[in-house]
């Protein structure tokens, strides 16, 4: 079964420490997708990134990084030097595709405190 | 961001009322799916549409029932509300070809 797992259930780190989301997924297809989304206290979901599985460069955007690793299933989240404004629900998630359909599995979510 | 609304944003209704939440998009996107976040639980996929007038279950279905008469509007009903509806439900949206969805801001739902 398609499942998705996110151990951390809260973090809590102080402004410009580096911090790493650990997400572990299940899945028996070998075509699929991993994304992350982060959900500010506004309570919005905003889209961060998508991985296809059959990439598994790393991918470095700013002060973010996702460490995507096929052998361990592993697709890890890295906020470097973390700010205020990273304080957020983050949530990682598995695409499934059935009948043509493309469906979403959600981990139960990461909340990061970074304090000042 | 994405063209996407809910309505209402908050509700607060009664054991046993029927209850209809509304999702607009003004993407065109054929895929509109609506969600629910508990705590301890992430988003959990209640129902979702590929195409006007067609429709699935998700993995929590049951009590929810569902209606796209045109590509813009995903409705999700209650037919007849419990207080284990009690959620924010999250309406989203994908393109074809386009794996990663964008949600709409949530409708925060009451049930006493």
């Known amino acids: 079964a398609q499942k998705v797992t996110q151990a951390q259930t809260e973090i809590s780190v102080v402004e410009k420490e580096d911090v790493t989301l650990d997400c572990v997924y299940e899945t028996r297809d070998t075509t699929y997708y991993l994304f992350w989304y982060k959900q500010p206290p506004s309570g919005e979901l905003v889209f961060l990134i998508r991985?296809?599985?059959?990439?598994?460069q790393n991918e470095i955007s700013g002060r973010y990084s996702w460490n995507f690793q096929k052998s361990t299933s592993s697709f890890n989240f890295t906020i470097t030097a973390s700010q205020v404004v990273d304080s957020a629900v983050y949530f990682c998630?598995?695409?499934?595709?059935?009948?043509?359909?493309?469906?979403?599995?959600f981990g139960s979510g990461t909340r990061l405190l970074v304090r000042p | 961001d994405a063209g996407i609304t809910q309505s209402p944003r908050h509700k607060v209704t009664e054991t046993g009322t029927p209850v209809t939440l509304r999702c607009h998009q003004t993407e065109n996107h054929r895929y509109m799916y609506w969600y629910r976040q508990d705590p301890g639980h992430g988003l959990r996929l209640i129902h979702y549409?590929?195409?006007?007038?067609?429709?699935d279950k998700g993995e929590v279905s049951d009590g929810y029932s569902v209606s796209r008469s045109k590509t813009e509007d995903f409705l999700l009903t209650l037919e007849s509300a419990t207080s284990s509806q009690t959620s924010v439900y999250f309406c989203a949206i994908s393109s074809d070809g386009s794996y990663e969805q964008y949600f709409g801001p949530g409708t925060r739902l009451t049930v006493t």
């Open positions: 549409s590929y195409g006007v007038k067609d429709t």
């Open positions: 991985r296809n599985s059959f990439d598994e």
């Open positions: 998630a598995l695409s499934e595709e059935r009948d043509s359909s493309y469906k979403l599995i």
